[in-house]
């Protein structure tokens, strides 16, 4: 059926683009898990962590100064080094974050398009909604990452409704053209239901595969942050902050170390 590697690709988008929201549950390939209790936002000053359940609620770090909940807290030079050196590695991280977020999202409306062209009833009204659907992706990039800026939230609901909006359109467009191949007796077009999958596959693998090696050294910037916070002796009521987990499995899928 059609259906798998499109979905499977809309799967992989998801995945990654949870990653490009850099603090949230997510796994990459199933390899590469990432969580956090916490939304990130990045403002020209401060990169700032926010919570609605548990403790602390809010903390702000600016330049190796941090800020929780109500008060600035007195940190050593170590942990001060550490937490300007944390921020620095969550800036840096943030463009290859959006640029994995548009080409995954991206790779899910290929295969949308590939779908609509084949064996849609109507593949132009289709493919100009796919089309509409990657211009609001790149404009809700645009609003949630910046030099200076990154808003999980806003990325994470801009992808979600330029993905969501084009899925339902050509899943009714193929299904509207399977029942007219039906009654018609459209051999060829169930012929080229039949293939679609190694069609699909072949229009985006390659990309497919730079896309997860681009997510795997995006993973690894992101086990240099867990091992920053992991290394940090601030503690927050006799306990670490806990900003931030992440697990890196080897391909075979066997249990890694936890970072």
Same mark, same amino acid.
């Given at each position: 059926m059609p259906s798998r590697p499109l979905f499977r690709l809309a799967a992989a988008a998801a995945t990654t $683009?949870?990653?490009?929201?850099?603090?949230?549950?997510?796994?990459i390939d199933g390899r590469c898990e990432i969580d956090s209790p916490y939304q990130l936002t990045l403002n020209q000053r &401060?990169?700032?962590?926010?919570?609605?359940?548990?403790?602390?609620?809010?903390?702000?770090?600016?330049?190796?100064?941090?800020?929780?909940?109500?008060?600035?807290?007195? $940190? &050593?030079?170590?942990?001060?080094?550490?937490l300007a050196?944390?921020?620095?590695?969550?800036?840096?991280?943030?463009?290859?974050?959006?640029?994995i977020a548009r080409e995954a999202a991206d790779i899910a409306l290929v295969a949308l398009g590939e779908v609509a062209a084949k064996l849609g009833n109507h593949p132009d009204r289709t493919q100009a909604k796919v089309e509409q659907a990657r211009k609001q992706l790149d404009a809700s990039l645009r609003d949630a990452i910046g030099p200076t800026r990154f808003s999980g939230k806003l990325?994470?609901?801009?992808?979600?409704?330029?993905?969501?909006?084009?899925?339902?359109?050509?899943?009714?467009?193929?299904?509207?053209?399977?029942?007219?191949?039906?009654? &018609?007796?459209?051999?060829?077009?169930?012929e080229r239901l039949e293939n679609i999958d190694t069609q699909i596959e072949a229009a985006?693998?390659?990309?497919?595969?730079?896309?997860?090696?681009?997510?795997e050294r995006l993973c690894q910037r992101m086990l240099e942050l867990d091992g920053l916070e992991n290394a940090l002796s601030y503690r927050f009521d006799g306990r &670490?902050?806990? $900003?931030?987990?992440?697990?890196?499995?080897?391909?075979?899928?066997?249990?890694?170390?936890?970072?």
């Amino acid at each position: 059926m059609p259906s798998r590697p499109l979905f499977r690709l809309a799967a992989a988008a998801a995945t990654t $683009l949870a990653c490009g929201a850099a603090f949230a549950e997510v796994k990459i390939d199933g390899r590469c898990e990432i969580d956090s209790p916490y939304q990130l936002t990045l403002n020209q000053r &401060s990169l700032i962590l926010t919570r609605q359940d548990g403790e602390p609620k809010a903390i702000v770090m600016r330049q190796g100064r941090m800020f929780v909940d109500d008060r600035w807290v007195e $940190l &050593s030079a170590q942990d001060s080094r550490r937490l300007a050196e944390f921020e620095r590695g969550a800036r840096a991280a943030m463009p290859e974050a959006q640029a994995i977020a548009r080409e995954a999202a991206d790779i899910a409306l290929v295969a949308l398009g590939e779908v609509a062209a084949k064996l849609g009833n109507h593949p132009d009204r289709t493919q100009a909604k796919v089309e509409q659907a990657r211009k609001q992706l790149d404009a809700s990039l645009r609003d949630a990452i910046g030099p200076t800026r990154f808003s999980g939230k806003l990325l994470g609901d801009g992808i979600g409704k330029a993905i969501g909006e084009a899925v339902p359109l050509v899943i009714g467009d193929l299904v509207g053209g399977a029942v007219s191949a039906a009654l &018609s007796g459209d051999t060829q077009r169930f012929e080229r239901l039949e293939n679609i999958d190694t069609q699909i596959e072949a229009a985006v693998q390659p990309r497919a595969n730079v896309l997860e090696r681009r997510g795997e050294r995006l993973c690894q910037r992101m086990l240099e942050l867990d091992g920053l916070e992991n290394a940090l002796s601030y503690r927050f009521d006799g306990r &670490s902050l806990d $900003l931030l987990k992440v697990e890196l499995k080897p391909k075979d899928d066997k249990p890694g170390d936890k970072r």
